[in-house]
């Protein structure tokens, strides 16, 4: 842009915006400094509505972690060479939608309901028919594979363009930070209990499709009794989902209004999604923190994803499959608020190290796994995974406002941040589940078998003790790197068009 000509200004000649600002009282000026202002503030059915939208992809999602690769491998009965492409397509899928959608929000226009609630509300019905069919057992065989991935694919990438313009909705609920971060709180106890009610829900409704394993006196491993209601007992739990996805969205579409970014310039269309894409891959706190949960976000998904087929094939409990996953998700949302007041009183930097709370009880479950260390290490594990869930989302607002203090650029920014978080996140997962499936055919897993050979109960440990633990452990010498980068001054009148959080901190 071209500057007109005369005198260059001095950093002793403020703004006439800066004049106006410094004479108003220092109430004021402390009030709008701390973002505390009245119009700010959210309402306790607005932050409830906002939490209640994230539900269904987090009750779709809960239910996939735990029983997807259990379903294909012992109900469909595809091989694990097949279903380590299912589980690695989906997730690729799902982190190519990314961008996809991050884009495509960024150039749509503000309609009377906003810019991100339609894309929510378009995307509703179709997630929920990609995530039925994803459950639901076709009778050829031959092709199931192919069938699985692709309403897998499907799945991944409707959720996506459903989550993304949701969790991009943070940056446009309220410029309070306080308010933010206590939306997010929100935000993250609701979700918690939807992935509490996924698993639950999912896993009382199918849990007559898995007969007990008797294989004690099995010397040639035999296929497993299915349940032929089993493929029945599916198709209901996936019919249940479905009906929370539309209701969900109702709730928030009238209980949440968007409000314009009051930073943001009145004309333009503000920063292109390339070149913001181009920009945030450069911001540093971005990057440490997108590396640091790609090991921690994998990590999490690796304990979900094998914790079931652990419990099936490597040890003596499966009779407690449903009571540890329901110990995990309860210890997970209790702790939600906790985690929250820790992160408030404590600040980030300290609240990251819960996140290493699940390292020696992975190990010991894996030693050890006996009923009574795996109930602990199920109550454990859930207080860990809590605080690994709502740290980067709480962190996310504050590298946003630390990149708009430094490139001052319009609206849009937020859906570039949040889509290309989510985008490297899936596919460290897409990685780890791939590869990790992927083990279970080289050490001769059988499909539908009641007892499997003793190289699958070793891998089986390593996947639930070892790999989640060095995944933590180097995202969290990423995240703790170097020192924390230093506020700016808060002082208002030197910063007038910022009424958010203008550094990104992990203290």
């Not at 005198?7 to 915006?17: K, Y």
């Not at 790999?467 to 007038?496: E, H, N, Y």
Request: charged share 10%; proline share 8%.
């Amino acid at each position: 842009m071209a500057v007109p000509p005369g005198p260059a200004p001095t950093a002793e000649a403020p703004p006439p915006q800066l004049e106006a600002l410094a004479s108003e009282p220092d109430s004021v000026r402390a009030k709008r400094g701390r973002g505390d202002s009245r119009a700010d503030r959210l309402s306790f059915c607005t932050k409830v509505c906002y939490g209640i939208g994230g539900v269904p992809n987090q009750v779709a999602s809960s239910a996939t972690a735990f029983y997807l690769q259990l379903f294909l491998l012992d109900v469909a009965q595809i091989p694990a060479a097949q279903v380590s492409f299912v589980l690695f397509g989906g997730k690729v899928s799902g982190a190519a939608a990314d961008p996809v959608a991050g884009f495509l929000i960024n150039r749509s226009r503000r309609s009377t309901s906003g810019r991100l609630i339609p894309w929510v509300l378009g995307c509703t019905p179709f997630v929920a028919l990609a995530y039925f069919f994803l459950w639901f057992l076709p009778p050829f065989t031959s092709l199931r594979g192919l069938w699985y991935t692709t309403f897998y694919c499907l799945f991944q990438a409707l959720a996506t363009f459903f989550q993304v313009p949701y969790a991009a909705l943070t940056m446009l609920l309220t410029p309070s930070p306080r308010e933010r971060d206590s939306a997010t709180a929100y935000r993250m106890t609701l979700e918690m209990a939807g992935t509490l009610m996924g698993a639950t829900v999912h896993g009382l409704i199918v849990s007559g499709a898995h007969g007990p394993h008797s294989c004690e006196d099995t010397v040639v491993p035999e296929p497993a009794a299915v349940s032929p209601d089993a493929a029945c007992l599916y198709s209901i739990a996936a019919a249940v989902v479905v009906v929370i996805y539309p209701v969900c969205s109702g709730l928030l579409c009238l209980g949440v209004k968007e409000r314009p970014d009051a930073t943001a310039p009145a004309s333009g269309q503000g920063l292109s999604f390339l070149a913001g894409l181009g920009l945030t891959a450069c911001h540093p706190p971005f990057l440490k923190l997108v590396v640091s949960f790609l090991f921690i976000s994998a990590a999490v998904q690796v304990e979900q994803n094998y914790l079931v087929l652990f419990c099936t094939h490597a040890s003596r409990l499966h009779d407690h499959v449903q009571s540890l996953v329901l110990t995990i998700l309860v210890s997970a949302v209790l702790s939600t608020p906790l985690w929250e007041w820790v992160l408030q009183r404590f600040g980030k930097r300290t609240t990251a190290f819960g996140i290493c709370m699940m390292v020696p009880f992975a190990i010991l479950l894996a030693a050890v796994p006996t009923a009574p260390v795996a109930y602990v290490v199920a109550f454990v594990s859930g207080v860990s995974i809590a605080v690994s869930l709502l740290l980067p989302w709480s962190m996310l607002p504050d590298v946003v406002d630390d990149f708009q203090l430094q490139h001052r650029h319009g609206p849009g920014v937020e859906t570039i941040f949040y889509s290309s978080y989510v985008f490297f996140t899936k596919l460290s997962g897409a990685g780890a589940l791939g590869i990790s499936t992927l083990s279970l055919e080289f050490a001769g897993y059988k499909a539908g078998a009641c007892q499997q050979a003793e190289e699958v109960v070793v891998t089986l440990k390593v996947l639930i003790g070892a790999v989640p633990t060095c995944m933590i452990l180097a995202g969290l010498c990423i995240l703790m790197a170097g020192p924390a980068p230093k506020a700016p001054s808060q002082d208002t009148s030197r910063q007038p068009s910022l009424r958010r959080r203008t550094s990104y901190s992990l203290a």
